[in-house]
């Protein structure tokens, strides 16, 4: 017992530390607590991440850095309506075709199941009760969407939300590339003089987080759109559908390529059926993510985040379940930022018992 207290005041006497440690205790108290309050600006954070790089790449060539800013913002918002208003009903006349086809699909589900016992004599499952238990879950489906929609006056302050974060999202990214330096020496006003602990871990962070938010935003634009293309080409009915599929994949490494393939396999199988052309589209989206891992995500991360695949898996477990969708995508950041805590940790224990050895 006396072991243990001496071990916690050892730890509590370092002030640093300690302060890193109730550090990472308020981040995730204010994520837990308000992480609803918090999205827009978690979002314009990531924005201006990206949108920074711009920035200081024409900062360099010696454009004013308002300039700059107001370039970079100005091209972004034009391109970002450009995709609202040309791809988005595209994407939305394709998901109400499938729904709108889905009992076809679950039918030719069940003739291929008919026409492959019929050929190969297989009595292992019956296709009624396949098509019975696809038809009742589709059913859920439909009744759960129209009682969406009858609650839809009940959303009205949640659709109030969204076009406010429509409004505030840009214009906390445009402050937040305005006034990044002001900001950020404003931060450093508020914490202690000694912060070399807190200092490590940022620079840690801004360099790892940046790149892994940058890198993954280019890569979800690049590879979503290749396999648009690609889909496309091949006259898939549901190309854009499966490019923005793929491209959202992106964010969720390991599990997302795996759980997308899925819908990439069952929508070419509903178009084409068992022929050499669903056998094409199955082959293009492996060659698509295997280009992916070995030529896009080498080019354009130059520092990847250095954390374990169960690690990976893990933290988008963990935080996916603490705060849904958006848990997802801010997992790979939050666990750097547990690592980099954990190891400085780890470090000045080391350090402290070799200094009590010697």
């Known amino acids: 017992m006396k072991a243990m207290i001496s071990w916690v005041s050892d730890r509590l006497a370092d002030t640093q530390l300690m302060m ?6 308020a981040i ?44 970079v913002f100005s091209t972004a918002m034009i391109l970002v309506s450009f995709t609202l208003l040309t791809v988005v009903p595209i994407l939305t006349d394709q998901i109400i075709g499938l729904m709108n086809h889905l009992p076809d699909y679950i039918q030719s589900i069940r003739k291929s199941m ?16 396949v098509q019975q238990l696809m038809e009742s879950n589709s059913g859920e489906f439909q009744a759960w969407l129209t009682s969406m929609l009858k609650k839809s006056f009940g959303l009205i302050p949640s659709i109030i939300a969204l076009l406010v974060y429509t409004v505030l999202v840009p214009v906390l990214v445009f402050f937040l590339l305005k006034d990044k330096e002001a900001i950020l020496a404003w931060s450093n006003e508020l914490l202690p003089k000694e912060r070399s602990l807190l200092k490590r871990v940022w620079q840690e962070l801004d360099t790892q987080i ?43 490494p390991f599990v997302g390529a795996a759980v ?24 293009a989206y492996g060659i698509v993510q295997a280009f992916d891992a070995n030529i896009v995500i080498p080019w354009l991360f130059s520092e990847i ?38 190891s400085i940790f780890l470090e000045r224990q080391h350090n402290q018992h070799v200094s009590e050895a010697g």
Do not use: C, K
């Open 260 to 283: 997308v393939t899925f819908p990439v396999m069952f929508l070419s199988f509903f178009q084409w059926g068992v022929t050499d052309m669903t056998l094409y589209a199955i082959l």
């Open 210 to 252: 940046g790149n892994y938010i940058q890198g993954r935003f280019w890569e979800s634009v690049f590879i979503g759109l290749l396999m648009w293309m690609v889909f496309a080409i091949m006259g898939h009915n549901y190309a854009l559908l499966l490019g923005v599929l793929t491209g959202i994949s992106v964010w969720i």
């Open 28 to 71: 995730f108290t204010l994520l837990i607590f308000f992480s609803r309050i918090l999205a827009p600006l978690l979002v314009a954070i990531a924005l201006a991440y990206v949108l920074d790089t711009i920035v200081r790449f024409f900062v360099v060539r010696h454009m004013p850095h308002f300039t700059a800013v107001l370039l």
């Open 20 to 25: 890193l440690l109730a550090s990472l205790l």
């Open 305 to 342: 985040v250095d954390l374990h695949p169960i690690a990976i898996i893990m933290a988008v477990l963990v935080f996916g379940n603490f705060w849904g969708f958006i848990g997802v995508f801010i997992a790979i950041p939050m666990a750097v930022l547990v690592q980099s805590v954990l």
């Open 114 to 129: 008919e026409s492959l016992q019929s050929r190969y004599g297989i009595n292992w499952l019956n296709p009624e009760h």
